[in-house]
């Protein structure tokens, strides 16, 4: 009999659960152990580059639902430097900021912006919002046209948003450390967002975690996101993402409020689970 630890993220309609053996339960463990493994340069970027894209999954997961947008903005002729362009994305998201709160929305976004062997572009994920007045589309029209094209791409339905935030990464991994890149940073994004706390808790089993686990009940487990290895000391290791089948708007509803605070300049509340 031992205990592992169970960690789980709920974030929008899904749940992303792993599975590990605690140090507190290390010393007795006799189960099946893996090999000790040091990471080459290469490998370890890799991994790193797999958890920022996990990390980044969540936090889209938490904040963005089915109805919001994943926008990309190109450039007409002439095109612009790097510096520029960064100065024209931060431009556009305070107007687009100011364009938000005149309808009574506060406007949500992660930002990458891409150039390397191709035209400089921006990717973002949006809140979409709707009033009488104008909704995202025409504001967005409006706000980039002397820049250039404009492309929206729903989110779709599922509400699980891994391969979107793998593509984000991926497209960054090579520029984000460079002398030229203007942001030096993978991603950049509204500080409303919510980035939801871990629960964690100690399970006693016998034997160990199934290698195969049931997803809850009103859910599934994503295609492709289950893992079952061994962490760099040699311990087991699980890891998967569980998927509500029918998610509601009421799935990424926050369930905590940090209230405004003027010592950080914040000028909205902070909600995080």
């Known amino acids: 009999m031992y205990r592992y630890k169970l960690i789980e993220y709920k ?7 792993i599975k590990c053996i605690p140090k507190s339960e290390r010393k007795g463990y006799s189960g099946v152990r893996g090999k000790k493994v040091k990471k080459t340069k290469e490998e370890m970027q890799e991994a790193n580059m797999r958890q920022a894209a996990r990390k980044l999954a969540i936090k889209i997961n938490a904040n963005f639902k089915p109805g919001d947008w994943h926008l990309i903005l190109t450039y007409k002729d002439p095109k612009p430097d790097r510096k520029q362009a960064q100065k024209n994305i931060g431009d556009f998201l305070s107007k687009l900021r100011k364009e938000y709160r005149k309808i009574g929305f506060e406007l949500k976004y992660i930002q990458v912006t891409e150039y390397l062997h191709k035209r400089i572009h921006h990717h973002l994920i949006i809140n979409h919002v709707k009033s009488n007045k104008k909704t995202t589309l025409e504001i967005t029209r409006e706000l980039w046209k ?11 339905e599922e509400g699980e948003y891994k391969r979107l935030a793998e593509y984000m990464i991926k497209e960054t991994e090579k520029t984000f450390r460079d002398e030229g890149n ?29 290698v195969n686990p049931k997803p809850r009940k009103g ?15 040699g311990y087991p290791y699980q890891r998967y993402t569980m998927v509500k089948l029918n998610p509601v708007d009421a ?7 940090f209230p405004f ?13």
């Open 251 to 257: 799935d990424w509803e926050p369930c905590g409020v």
């Open 261 to 273: 605070d003027q010592g950080q300049g914040r000028d909205y509340d902070q909600r995080i689970c």
């Open 219 to 233: 859910y599934y487990i994503e295609k492709d996101s289950l893992y079952n290895g061994f962490d760099k000391l």
């Open 11 to 17: 974030a929008g309609a899904t749940i992303e659960v």
């Open 146 to 156: 002397d820049h250039g094209r404009r492309q929206f791409v729903p989110l779709y």
């Open 182 to 210: 203007p942001s030096k940073q993978h991603y950049s994004c509204s500080r409303n967002l919510i980035m939801p706390k871990p629960e964690r808790r100690l399970v006693p089993v016998k034997k160990g975690w199934d």
